[in-house]
């Protein structure tokens, strides 16, 4: 009986070693500094919401999170970084949603493959887009906007940062399921777009809550709807554009941002990471300093933002196929 007992108990510890050491490693992580990349300069919204997650992330894994700024290409820069310098399970980054959905088909050479090349971890934080249109304009409510955009083709235009931005993409969206055709003019900035509207230049645009918010409270601008599937708790009384002027009750054009890794990272790692930002983001601290710059905490595992990545990319890759066949 003995030799029989010795052996099984000799297979039974062998077979633990791996589970063993996966675990030893993930204890003993991280042994070094932590660098975090940003595809935006220091002081812009992307940076200050990283600087947010990873000061308590660095409490919580008791070594130094540095966040390293590589601004450049609509954020796309900071990914190329994170990848060329990764490789150890000691580099990550931080990338709003353009970099990993639009801009490999908007860009000829992104120098990455989103499936291939990035590990999803978590998202942090949501922020919706407002439809907004000058105060004194006799436009009221979505439905409104959408019956004068159809009048005719360009009956209406509307300001955006840019082709090809999230406020060019979501406009082009909603004309396209309301069933309108606006006219498009880009700006160099939320500020000239806002200018452009209260000067009666352009009819409407849609930008971040909080570059209408000041405008609206003035009266000098309207906030017809916001894109979030849920009301926005920063301008709670704007109405969701879900379910409006032949919008499904499923739309939502959301602006994101979420924390990846580089592909090869040790599973266990980006498990424990997720662990700790979603136990961040529970903190009702960070929720107010988050929400005070216009995003809204969200969380979640790393296969939700896989489905999210996905998903999203095949929304947008429809629009953008839309606006190149015209």
Do not use: C
């Not at 160099?188 to 509207?197: D, F, K, M, N, W």
């Not at 595992?301 to 998903?311: D, F, G, P, Q």
């Amino acid at each position: 009986m003995t030799p029989i007992l010795s052996r099984r108990l000799v297979l039974a510890a062998s077979l633990a070693l791996p589970f063993a050491g996966a675990a030893a490693a993930q204890d003993s992580w991280p042994t070094k500094p932590v660098h975090v990349y940003v595809g935006f300069p220091a002081g812009s919204s992307p940076d200050l919401l990283a600087r947010i997650v990873a000061e308590p992330l660095a409490q919580r894994l008791g070594q130094p999170v540095v966040i390293e700024n590589r601004a450049g290409a609509g954020g796309v820069i900071g990914i190329q970084q994170m990848l060329a310098s990764g490789g150890d399970n000691h580099v990550f980054g931080t990338t709003i949603n353009g970099p990993v959905t639009t801009s490999p088909r908007l860009v000829d050479d992104v120098g990455y493959d989103v499936a291939a090349d990035i590990e999803p971890v978590a998202l942090i934080a949501t922020s919706p887009l407002v439809l907004a249109v000058a105060g004194d304009s006799g436009i009221e409510d979505l439905d409104g906007f959408a019956q004068e955009a159809g009048a005719e083709p360009e009956a209406l235009s509307y300001g955006s940062v840019g082709q090809g931005s999230g406020a060019h993409l979501t406009a082009e969206l909603f004309a396209s399921l309301a069933g309108v055709k606006m006219l498009h003019v880009p700006y160099a900035s939320y500020a000239e777009v806002t200018t452009a509207i209260i000067g009666g230049e352009i009819d409407s645009g849609f930008m971040a809550p909080s570059a209408a918010m000041e405008h609206a409270a003035a009266g000098n601008l309207k906030m017809l709807g916001v894109t979030s599937a849920e009301p926005f708790a920063q301008i709670a009384d704007v109405p969701v554009m879900a379910g409006h002027a032949g919008l499904p009750e499923d739309f939502r054009a959301e602006l994101w941002n979420a924390f990846i890794a580089p592909a090869g990272t040790d599973p266990e790692i980006i498990e424990r990471l997720n662990t700790e930002i979603n136990d961040i983001l529970s903190d009702e601290d960070v929720q107010k300093r988050l929400l005070d710059m216009g995003w809204q905490v969200s969380g979640g595992s790393a296969e939700e933002l896989s489905e999210r990545i996905e998903a999203d990319t095949a929304l947008w890759g429809e629009v953008i196929d839309r606006i190149e066949a015209n």
